[in-house]
């Protein structure tokens, strides 16, 4: 029997106190103990603050993403050992264990990419600056710096690795060390994964501690530096939420509850369709992957009046289905709850919602969980309820934390909406429709109550990631009830751990500041060409100034000509004489072509490849007779930490390109993305 340590002040730490068993649930095995107390926060804190954060500052945001990409790779690698271990400590199949492990090897994943395309230092600005003076030698901006604080994770029993690592990832990407707590129950998983991420020496000192059992006095030694998360139940959110320590610092929380999450089946799909089956197929699943125990886990199916029955027989078929047992059984679909207090709450909590509700499926139906040493196991039926009065039902203040959901009829679309905001706030709903029409009539309402919403049809469905599974790309969170957070969400979930901050000075100032060229800031000119330099030697602010060219007719008759672009504007005196420009223009991507000409080095050299154009603005028409000027300005340099089959390093330039008139007046801008190699 393994006894669980904490991982803190860079040591492993045996807990003191009397041991809580940890059990294996589907058979009630002990399979190790936790002694939560013992821990000492204050110099938890300060090896977080000290050693920790210093060392990922130490750092820039592709550094980190680095070391995010390493993670993954050294998770995928140790996947089968994981998998083992999360089939004894949580009930888990094979595939709730694989949903687990790879949902957050992917959120590495995403974070480790999402991180490379960032600035190579510690500032990352907000959006573009704006002119505060009458000319622009007075500017504001607005930056994210790194927190000088520590980011307290407070995880659910559920996701004992994805759980930890999709806040885990954001939070090392802003540069900020996190003290993560798993729930007791399931943190054996949790404590062999830190073991792995110790043993790897991937990450810097100080960047992840981990707590086994109790928070102690934590929260009380935080301060304003600091960030709070939590998942769970919304009533611990509550609580923790109102702690005398956050409110008095104003610590950020953020707080991912569970919720009633819904589910819709729109009027316009009937039995006949496939998106019947797929709306089948998706409550089934969420009742019983991770034995229903998921906080994004449909609650409540509503659906038209006219198709109840068809609905509840063919989910009553599918649900029979299901094998539950023990799930090193290679036939077992549904494991165990993940204790048997878990059990008893679940059930006292379906006798609530079976009060004006008819069982429509449950242990009534031959429930009899397969494998050896199961019969004291922490096992719940597929409970599939019907409720009476849809509106008055009490599965809209109800949550059984485990394969249950309730039907819950309607008669017209306006009902069906109503019930769903019943559930006052939801991390996810989804809507399975044939018609667009019918989404663009629903979806706006839906959004204002829940965190995100699954459209699903037939197209979608080919690629869907389904009902209960948040994507790190997409923010995960909801209103109300469901604790009013956000996490993941790009770079969203990154900036919710760095400060931002509003800048105010001179472009020059800024400029040096948030390591993003300014227009107006001092620029480096020289005789050689910037085109000509490699990416280590080009620094913000490299800048040329090109010849100038004069265009003629000839030049818009012959880019017609090549562009098959004829219109009026360019081509019929007349109509263009009565146009707002009162004359024939240049076309606007003729301006942008010829102002690649005029600052384009044409010999090989570092340059490798162009390969977009982002803020494209054609700001002031070119005339017949109009002289065209630009100015290519280094804006930005990321390193993609790549090389070629040359073993040649890359480099991403955003180059600023301001093209002007005769009259020194902006006519065009944009940037323009290039490939730039190294050294080597």
């Not at 901006?141 to 790194?146: A, E, I, L, R």
């Not at 073991?195 to 109790?214: E, F, H, N, T, Y």
């Not at 819950?408 to 006052?424: F, H, I, T």
Request: hydrophobic share 45%; charged share 20%; with cysteine.
């Amino acid at each position: 029997m393994i006894a669980l340590q904490s991982y803190v002040g860079g040591r492993w730490v045996a807990g003191s106190g009397d041991p809580v068993p940890l059990y294996e649930p589907a058979t009630e095995a002990v399979i190790g103990e936790a002694r939560p107390a013992g821990i000492d926060f204050a110099a938890t804190l300060a090896h977080a603050r000290d050693v920790g954060g210093p060392a990922l500052r130490a750092l820039t945001f592709p550094q980190r993403a680095d070391l995010l990409k390493a993670l993954a790779a050294m998770l995928h690698e140790h996947r089968d050992e994981l998998i083992e271990i999360a089939g004894r400590n949580g009930g888990n199949t094979r595939g709730d264990a694989k949903f687990d492990l790879d949902g957050a090897s992917g959120t590495l994943a995403f974070y480790a990419k999402l991180g490379a395309g960032l600035p190579a230092g510690n500032v990352l600005a907000d959006g573009e600056g704006v002119q505060l003076g009458r000319t622009s030698r007075f500017w504001g901006q607005h930056v994210f710096t790194p927190r000088p604080g520590v980011a307290v994770h407070i995880n659910a029993f559920n996701f004992p690795v994805w759980g930890l690592l999709e806040k885990f990832a954001p939070t090392f990407l802003a540069g900020m060390p996190c003290i993560a707590k798993p729930a007791t129950a399931t943190s054996y998983l949790t404590e062999a994964l830190v073991r792995l991420i110790d043993k790897s020496g991937l990450l810097p000192a100080g960047a992840l501690q981990l707590v086994i059992g109790p928070t102690g006095d934590l929260l009380d030694r935080l301060d304003g530096r600091d960030v709070v998360t939590f998942t769970g139940s919304a009533d611990t959110a509550a609580k923790l939420r109102v702690h005398p320590n956050l409110v008095r610092q104003s610590i950020p929380f953020n707080a991912e509850a569970d919720s009633l999450n819904c589910a819709i089946l729109a009027p316009d799909v009937t039995p006949d369709d496939e998106e019947f089956d797929l709306f089948v197929k998706e409550v089934a699943r969420e009742m019983t992957v991770k034995a229903g125990q998921k906080c994004t886990a449909i609650r409540r199916a509503i659906v038209p009046r006219a198709h109840v029955a068809a609905l509840a027989e063919r989910l009553r078929n599918r649900l029979a289905k299901t094998v539950v047992g023990d799930p090193s059984n290679d036939t077992v679909r549904m494991g165990a709850l993940a204790s048997h207090a878990q059990v008893q709450d679940v059930a006292e909590r379906v006798a609530a919602l079976a009060r004006g509700a008819e069982i429509v499926y449950g242990a009534k139906d031959g429930f009899n969980p397969v494998g050896i040493g199961v019969a004291e196991g922490a096992f719940f039926a597929p409970t599939l309820l019907l409720a009476h009065d849809a509106a008055q039902h009490a599965a809209h203040d109800v949550e059984a934390f485990g394969p249950v959901s309730t039907l819950m009829p309607y008669d017209d679309l306006d009902e069906a909406v109503a019930l769903a905001a019943r559930g006052r706030g939801s991390l996810v709903g989804t809507l399975v429709t044939r018609s667009p029409q019918l989404a663009a009539q629903v979806v706006p309402q839906l959004a204002a109550l829940h965190g995100r919403i699954l459209v699903l049809d037939r197209e979608a469905a080919v690629e869907s990631t389904g009902h209960g599974s948040p994507l790190p790309g997409l923010k995960h969170g909801g209103p109300g009830r469901a604790g009013g957070g956000e996490e993941l969400g790009g770079v969203r979930a990154v900036k919710h751990y760095l400060q931002r901050a509003a800048l105010q000075g001179s472009p020059t100032m800024i400029a040096a500041v948030s390591g993003e060229y300014l227009r107006g800031a001092a620029l480096r000119e020289s005789e050689v060409h910037p085109f000509r330099r490699h990416f280590e030697e080009l620094q913000i602010g490299d800048t040329l100034l090109t010849h100038r060219r004069t265009v003629g007719e000839a030049d818009i008759v012959a880019f017609g000509g090549i562009s098959g672009d004829y219109f009026y504007m360019h081509f019929d005196d007349i109509a263009a004489r009565q146009s707002p420009f009162g004359k024939r223009i240049a076309h606007g991507y003729f301006v942008l072509s010829a102002a690649a000409g005029l600052f384009v080095s044409p010999a090989p050299g570092p340059v490798l490849a162009n390969y977009g154009l982002d803020t494209l603005r054609f700001v002031k028409p070119v005339g017949i007779g109009d002289t065209i000027q630009a100015r290519l300005t280094c804006k930005r340099k990321i390193d993609r930490h790549r090389k070629d089959a040359n073993g040649v390093g890359q480099g991403v330039v955003a180059w600023d390109v301001a093209v002007t008139n005769q009259d020194g007046e902006l006519v065009a801008s944009y940037d323009i993305l290039t490939l730039v190699a190294k050294k080597g």
